[in-house]
């Protein structure tokens, strides 16, 4: 099975700075990554597939980025509305693991 | 629009069953696969199971193996999760989830509480 590891657990930032979240899978995976943000007692909303295409209505602030192994989230400029969790997940193939996720704060 | 609705979320003791149901519309249900997601209260995400459109094709997570059963009614446009012999940590909020996963379809989860 695929082990998504996703990093830090946490962070902390200031409005404006930039912000990187990384997933590494226990193998290659290509490009079948996506990127999940979720808010409290919301659904989970898509915001990245294909490691790097940036779903319909995604601020442009946000981006991926990597193939096979190692990805990464950026958000460029960190807005109070970017606080929540984020998610990265593989749907290469069963079982379509997430990744631990990354809880993102305001300073 | 695509709707996903779950129901049959509750209450139910340890060792005990339960049967998830979710409605689809706003696609054809039947020509897409389709995938259960949990997420225990203030945990992260956990993929649980998939089924093809056809029910040719299907896989559990380890967690699940042996104790849930995902089908479809391809005529009622509906997916259903079986989960039988509940544990407390399968205490979790249920979301069905369009296939793939880049359609970004999720329903709104149905609670699954497991206590005695």
């Known amino acids: 099975d695929i082990q998504m590891t996703q990093s830090p657990s946490s962070l902390s930032a200031s409005v404006g700075d930039k912000v990187t979240i990384t997933c590494r899978a226990s193998?290659?995976?290509?490009?079948?990554l996506a990127w999940y943000q979720q808010k409290p007692g919301k659904v989970p909303k898509l915001l990245i597939y294909?490691?790097?295409t940036l779903q319909s209505g995604v601020p442009s602030r946000l981006s991926g980025s990597g193939s096979g192994t190692d990805f990464t989230l950026t958000i460029t400029s960190l807005q109070p509305e970017d606080v929540a969790t984020y998610y990265c997940?593989?749907?290469?193939?069963?079982?379509?693991?997430f990744g631990q996720g990354t809880k993102v704060e305001i300073k | 629009e695509v709707h996903l609705v779950e129901s049959g979320g509750g209450l139910v003791q340890p060792g005990g069953s339960l049967r998830l149901s979710c409605a689809a519309s706003?696609?054809?249900?039947?020509?897409?696969?389709m995938n259960w997601v949990r997420q225990a209260p203030g945990k992260g995400l956990e993929w649980i199971s998939y089924?093809?459109?056809?029910?040719?094709?299907?896989y559990y997570a380890d967690s699940v193996k042996g104790r849930f059963t995902i089908s479809r009614d391809n005529a009622k446009d509906s997916l259903y999760l079986q989960m039988n012999s509940l544990r407390d940590e399968d205490s979790a909020v249920y979301y069905c989830?369009?296939?793939?996963?880049?359609?970004?379809?999720w329903g709104q989860g149905t609670l699954v509480t497991v206590s005695s």
């Open positions: 294909g490691a790097s």
């Open positions: 989830v369009r296939d793939p996963f880049t359609s970004g379809h």
């Open positions: 997940q593989t749907y290469y193939s069963a079982p379509k693991t």
């Open positions: 706003g696609f054809t249900f039947s020509t897409d696969s």
């Open positions: 193998q290659d995976i290509y490009n079948h």
């Open positions: 089924i093809s459109s056809s029910t040719y094709t299907i």
